[in-house]
């Protein structure tokens, strides 16, 4: 059974930024790919960052240019930081992951048929 825990959840003020973090609790870790969501209140759930095994990175329109996602293999530990932080950047952030960790883009696309999901870690953007 793999397990993902986000924190690093917070309030920051709009301009400001923040890292997020989940570990996961898997042998397999290197072998997925990883994935940031988020979810505003009365939204839909939206993929923002994906990463595979080597660190090919694929991002949202929204985000891209100011959010970084990166992973650390050794530790099981994925990340994703936020800068230029936005109000609409607000909303619960979610790790997800699914198998084919030697590209995410493979199949229905970076951002879809995940396997695995945290429970999320909230994000506040004050303006």
């Known amino acids: 059974q793999v397990q993902l825990t986000e924190s690093g959840g917070g309030s920051v003020q709009a301009g400001g930024s923040l890292r997020l973090s989940c570990t996961v609790s898997t042998e397999r870790f290197s072998t997925l790919c990883m994935v940031w969501h988020r979810q505003a209140p009365g939204q839909a759930r939206e993929g923002v960052a994906a990463?595979?095994?080597?660190?090919?990175?694929t991002y949202s329109g929204s985000v891209k240019g100011r959010f970084t996602i990166s992973r650390d293999n050794a530790k099981n530990v994925l990340y994703l930081n936020l800068t230029s932080a936005k109000p609409e950047d607000g909303g619960m952030y979610y790790c997800a992951a699914k198998p084919g960790g030697d590209d995410c883009s493979g199949g229905p696309g970076p951002f879809y048929g995940m396997d695995y999901w945290g429970k999320g870690t909230l994000v506040t953007i004050s303006s």
């Open positions: 990463i595979d095994r080597d660190g090919t990175t």
